[in-house]
């Protein structure tokens, strides 16, 4: 038997908890003659789960193709229908598909997912772009987060009394401030690649400006997660911030070493990019056993990565495909578990529709902003009318953040 802890679904009632003794899934079947049903076993079960999630965001991308949708559209719109929005609706599918007590498998390795996304989209950033940006590039990716910044911390100071009891304190409000006003170049990057911008100016420049505001992101992240809690448990978070850079900078010279003496026009030894992507695996562990968000190791460790080749490109040429194609749909129909669109029906007024105004003031302001500073700079105002589009994009990483905040209660 196991035992599925339920918790109440507000600040008020989140202490009040359950428990539901429910009989536990086996993990391999004897067989079909036998008179047992495969889905009543973990392993059968999981095998259809992620069998259907990548069959319906294929077919949604197949048919999003022709509208000029990336592939991250089609995965997050997969996700929701997969979820208790749409098909998790059905007591019978969910019953049968997704039950409560056999998704834990499903949900962990959606998380693993999102982690060597993460860590992919690190390696393929070269982080001395930043130092070599130009005052264009400043300006876009520095005004661009700082006016959206204070235009929704604004309006969340302005609406306090109409904000839910956690979101009224000001370090959550800045939090939510940053997370709508901050592009992340791991969205980025996949956006503009799958569009054929990355050998156009627009494409160049807004990757540029997009790290640009990320630095600012990682450092606005780190203080989030020091603020919203008591001084002591500030303190062990800016600890382990320190020991974690200490410990990804040591990776670094290991890899810089790994890159030295490995021969010139040799690939990498094997043993080398499995080790890399077990390291992944322990330096998330650390970052959510030490209380920093797990996804922000594996991108700084990605970051660490001496780019190019050989080690950066056997790295993604030997796990993008599966990362992207495989892992990733099952991390959207993780994310389609937590998303029901229903519920927002009965708390608009209370909790939805100030974070509602909140999420397109931002949206607006971050594209009227870059617009102006491009115009600036004498750029064409249709070029700068699309930079502004392109670098409102929102993504993985984004709900990435969100999925730990609610985990933390926020």
């Avoid at 193709?65 to 997969?78: A, E, F, T, Y």
């Avoid at 019978?92 to 959606?110: A, H, I, M, Q, S």
């Avoid at 009318?385 to 994009?393: D, F, I, K, N």
Wanted: net charge neutral.
């Amino acid at each position: 038997m196991a035992m599925v802890k339920i918790s109440g679904g507000n600040s008020q009632t989140i202490d009040e908890e359950a428990y539901v003794c429910q009989p536990s899934h086996a993990s391999h079947p004897r067989g079909i003659f036998y008179g047992e049903n495969p889905l009543d076993f973990s392993f059968p079960l999981f095998l259809l789960e992620a069998t259907l999630i990548i069959l319906l965001v294929r077919s949604l991308h197949s048919l999003l193709r022709p509208l000029k949708q990336p592939r991250i559209v089609s995965k997050i719109l997969g996700g929701i229908l997969i979820g208790p929005s749409v098909l998790g609706r059905h007591k019978t599918f969910t019953n049968n598909v997704f039950p409560e007590n056999g998704t834990y498998v499903f949900k962990n390795l959606g998380l693993v997912g999102f982690i060597y996304f993460l860590f992919i989209s690190g390696v393929k950033t070269d982080i001395k772009t930043v130092a070599k940006a130009g005052k264009k590039q400043l300006s876009i990716g520095l005004i661009g987060v700082l006016v959206p910044f204070l235009t929704v911390l604004s309006i969340a100071i302005a609406t306090r009394k109409t904000l839910d009891k956690e979101l009224q304190r000001v370090p959550i409000m800045g939090g939510v401030a940053s997370a709508f006003a901050i592009s992340t170049f791991p969205v980025l990057y996949q956006v503009v690649k799958e569009l054929n911008l990355l050998s156009s100016e627009i494409g160049k420049l807004a990757l540029s400006s997009v790290l640009v505001s990320d630095c600012v992101g990682i450092v606005c992240i780190v203080l989030f997660e020091a603020t919203r809690s008591e001084p002591i448990d500030a303190l062990w978070v800016f600890v382990s911030f320190v020991g974690m850079a200490a410990v990804i900078g040591g990776f670094r010279q290991a890899m810089v070493w790994i890159v030295k003496t490995t021969p010139e026009g040799k690939p990498v030894d094997p043993t080398y990019v499995v080790g890399i992507l077990l390291v992944v695996l322990v330096i998330a562990a650390a970052c959510d056993i030490t209380g920093l968000a797990m996804g922000n190791g594996p991108l700084w460790l990605g970051l660490a990565v001496p780019e190019g080749p050989p080690l950066g490109a056997a790295l993604v040429e030997g796990t993008e495909t599966f990362v992207s194609d495989v892992m990733a749909p099952i991390s959207y129909a993780f994310v389609g578990m937590y998303t029901d669109v229903s519920a927002m029906a009965g708390q608009w007024s209370s909790s939805v529709k100030p974070l509602f105004i909140m999420a397109v003031a931002a949206y607006l302001s971050k594209v009227v902003t870059i617009v102006v500073v491009a115009m600036f700079f004498e750029m064409p105002v249709r070029d700068s009318l699309a930079l502004g589009l392109v670098m409102s994009l929102r993504g993985q990483l984004e709900i990435l953040i969100f999925m730990h905040w609610m985990d933390i209660e926020v």
